[in-house]
C-alpha cells in the first residue's frame, strides 16, 4: 500500500505544479484555442515548454510526473487482462450450467445494440440506467460474435 500512498501524494501536488507554470500553461492554452481546427503538432511548442515547466517544477518539490511508458504498459496489461476475462467467461457459460455472466451484462449489451440501431436502449423494457452505459459497451456489438447476445435473449438462463 505504500505504492498507493506515494501516488495519491504525488497526485496531490499536481495543482500546484500547473499553478507554478501558469504562463506557460496560458501560452498554451491560448494556442489551443487561436486555432480553428486543432492539427496534430500544431502548439508542439508551447506544449514543449509547458511540460519542461513542469518537469522542472516537479524536481524541485522532489516528485515526478507519471511516465507516459509506465502507463502504456499499464493499458496493455490490463487489455490483455480484459481479453483473457472475456475468453474464461464465454468458456464458463459454454460448459457450466450457473453463468459467470451476470444477466445485467446481458442487459446492458442488450441497450448497447439499440443505440447502434440509433433506438432509445430504454426500448429494452428491464434497461434502468444512464444510456452512456449503452453508448459505451457498444463495442460489444461489433467485436465480436460472442457479444451478439440477440438469439440468447430467449435463453432459459436469463429471463426478461
Known amino acids: ?8 501524494d504525488r497526485f496531490r501536488k499536481y495543482p500546484l505544479l500547473v499553478a507554478q507554470c501558469q504562463e506557460t500553461a496560458k501560452q498554451y492554452a491560448a494556442c489551443v ?10 502548439c508542439e511548442a508551447e506544449f514543449a515548454r509547458f511540460k519542461a515547466c513542469l518537469v522542472k517544477v516537479a524536481a524541485s518539490k ?7 511508458s509506465s502507463f502504456k504498459k499499464h493499458c496493455v496489461f490490463a487489455f490483455f487482462l480484459r481479453i483473457g476475462l472475456i475468453t474464461y467467461a464465454n468458456l464458463h457459460d459454454t460448459y457450466f450450467s450457473v453463468p459467470y455472466t451476470d ?5 446492458f449489451t442488450d441497450a448497447a445494440r439499440h443505440i447502434t440501431e440509433n433506438t432509445s436502449p430504454f426500448n429494452r423494457h428491464t434497461y434502468r440506467y444512464t444510456p452512456l452505459l449503452a453508448f459505451v459497451l457498444t463495442p460489444n456489438i461489433y467485436l465480436h460474435k460472442d457479444f451478439d447476445i440477440a438469439n440468447e435473449t430467449n435463453d432459459s438462463r436469463y429471463p426478461g
Open 1 to 8: 500500500m505504500e505504492a498507493v500512498k506515494s501516488a495519491k
Open 103 to 107: 444477466i445485467d451484462y446481458k442487459v
Open 62 to 68: 522532489n516528485t515526478r510526473l507519471m511516465d507516459l
Open 33 to 42: 484555442l487561436e486555432k480553428k481546427t486543432l492539427r496534430k503538432n500544431d
